[in-house]
C-alpha cells in the first residue's frame, strides 16, 4: 500500500524552528518529486516546496523563501522540510505529498504546526 | 503566486450536475495543462480526483470530469450523491516551477 506518513510537528514559538519529516512506504520513493504543502486553520491550500527526484532542483513559495528548506533522502525514503524564523502565519497543518512535476496524486494525514508565543 | 480564483460555495440536489470554475492567468492555468482537482472532506487529507485537466486516476468515478478554456479550469460532478459534499481545491503549475491553488470551494448536495 502506498503510504506517507508526517511527523515532527508541534508548538514553536516565533522566531524558533522545527524540523518536519514524511516517511514513504509502498512506491520507488526515488522516483518521484515530492511536495509540501500546508493548509491554515479554516483557510484553503497552499503549496510550500518541492524537490526533483535527486535533489537537484528544489523550489519554494515565496512566503518560505530563506527561511525553509527541503531535502530528501533516498536512502531511508524519506522527505523533509527544516523550517527556521517561523512566524505565526506559519501556523498550519503541513501535508507531505507524492508529486510536485505534474499532479500531487498520494497525501499524507498531516502534522500540524503551530507558531504561538 | 496568487492564488487561483474559485467560487466560495456551490450547492445541488441529488442527481444533479454541478460544475466549479477556477481561474487563473496567462502565466498558470493559460499556459499549462497541469491542472489537477482536489476532494477535501473535514478533518481529512485531500485526494486527487482530475489531472492533466480531464484525467481521472484509477478507481475515481467518471461522474467527475474537467475542463479547460483559456485561463478558466471546471470540475463537473454529475448525478451529485450526498458523499460528494466536500471542500473543492484546483491546483495548476506556474511559471518559475511552482504551483498555485484555488481557494477552494465548498460543495453542499441539499
Known amino acids: 500500500e502506498v503510504q506517507l506518513e508526517e511527523s515532527g510537528g508541534g508548538l514553536v514559538q516565533p522566531g524558533g524552528s522545527l524540523r518536519l519529516s514524511c516517511a514513504a512506504s509502498?512506491?520507488?520513493?526515488?522516483?518521484?518529486?515530492m511536495s509540501w504543502v500546508r493548509q491554515a486553520p479554516g483557510k484553503g491550500l497552499e503549496w510550500v516546496a518541492n524537490i526533483k527526484q535527486d535533489g537537484s532542483e528544489r523550489y519554494y513559495v515565496d512566503s518560505v523563501k530563506g527561511r525553509f528548506t527541503i531535502s530528501r533522502d533516498n536512502a531511508k525514503n524519506s522527505l523533509y522540510l527544516q523550517m527556521n524564523s517561523l512566524r505565526a502565519e506559519d501556523t498550519a497543518v503541513y501535508y507531505c505529498?507524492?508529486?510536485?512535476?505534474?499532479?500531487?496524486?498520494?497525501w499524507g494525514q498531516g502534522t500540524t504546526v503551530t507558531v504561538s508565543s | 503566486q496568487s492564488a487561483l480564483t474559485q467560487p466560495a460555495s456551490v450547492s445541488g440536489p441529488p442527481g444533479q450536475s454541478i460544475t466549479i470554475s477556477c481561474t487563473g492567468t496567462s502565466s498558470d492555468v493559460g499556459s499549462y495543462n497541469s491542472v489537477s482537482w482536489y476532494q477535501q472532506h473535514p478533518g481529512k487529507a485531500p485526494k486527487l480526483m482530475i489531472y492533466?485537466?480531464?484525467n481521472r486516476p484509477s478507481g475515481i468515478s467518471n461522474r467527475f470530469s474537467g475542463s479547460k478554456s483559456g485561463n478558466t479550469a471546471s470540475l463537473t460532478i454529475s448525478g451529485l450523491q450526498a458523499e460528494d459534499e466536500a471542500d473543492y481545491y484546483c491546483s495548476s503549475y506556474s511559471s518559475s516551477s511552482t504551483w498555485v491553488f484555488g481557494g477552494g470551494t465548498k460543495l453542499t448536495v441539499l
Open positions: 505529498a507524492r508529486g510536485g512535476s505534474s499532479r500531487f496524486g498520494v
Open positions: 509502498g512506491f520507488t520513493f526515488s522516483t518521484y518529486w
Open positions: 492533466d485537466v480531464n
